[in-house]
């Protein structure tokens, strides 16, 4: 396949990545039991995977391309903004992860459209921005599938999920203030 044409594996699983949103979305503000939520949780699960999928596809296969470059963040970013404001629902401090979430991702773009004006750019994800995906699917599949889970358990997850997102967001300044200084 073209590596810089869009059909390409990868990028049909992060065109999937987006289309289940919507039925993230319905399925968990319509959940009524516990079946209900299960299901919003097995979405996410669904999508957390293909996102993986999509990368190793795309490494091992070659399968790499300028539309995937675009497509899969965004596709994470929709997916994750869609969980985390559909929990502001359910949990009562949600809206900080929310909050620090976009802190995050607008400091990205940002800096992301600073640097391709200095004809530079940042390929792909560092670990720590992974690291805090990961933890971020993780905690929110589980407040997805049990919306009566204590609290202190539910806000020690927020906790963790916003934990390791300023952490990203610290270290991905640093890098960015970095890149920043040595093309200046």
Do not use: C
Request: aromatic share 14%; no cysteine.
């Amino acid at each position: 396949m073209n590596k810089n044409g869009w059909l390409t594996i990868p990028n049909l699983l992060s065109i999937f990545r987006i289309l289940l949103i919507p039925f993230f979305v319905y399925s968990y503000l319509t959940a009524a039991d516990q079946q209900g939520y299960l299901l919003s949780s097995l979405i996410v699960v669904v999508s957390g995977l293909t996102d993986f999928a999509d990368g190793v596809i795309a490494r091992r296969y070659g399968q790499i391309s300028e539309v995937g470059k675009l497509l899969d963040p965004v596709a994470d970013k929709l997916t994750q903004m869609a969980v985390a404001f559909s929990l502001v629902v359910t949990w009562e401090y949600m809206w900080i992860v929310v909050a620090i979430f976009l802190v995050k991702e607008l400091s990205l773009l940002i800096n992301d459209i600073l640097l391709l004006r200095k004809n530079k750019k940042m390929d792909g994800a560092k670990w720590y921005g992974k690291v805090s995906t990961m933890v971020f699917y993780g905690s929110m599949v589980l407040l997805v599938a049990f919306p009566d889970m204590n609290t202190g358990a539910a806000n020690a997850l927020m906790a963790l999920t916003a934990f390791f997102l300023l952490l990203s967001f610290v270290l991905y300044t640093r890098w960015f203030v970095h890149m920043h200084r040595k093309h200046s």
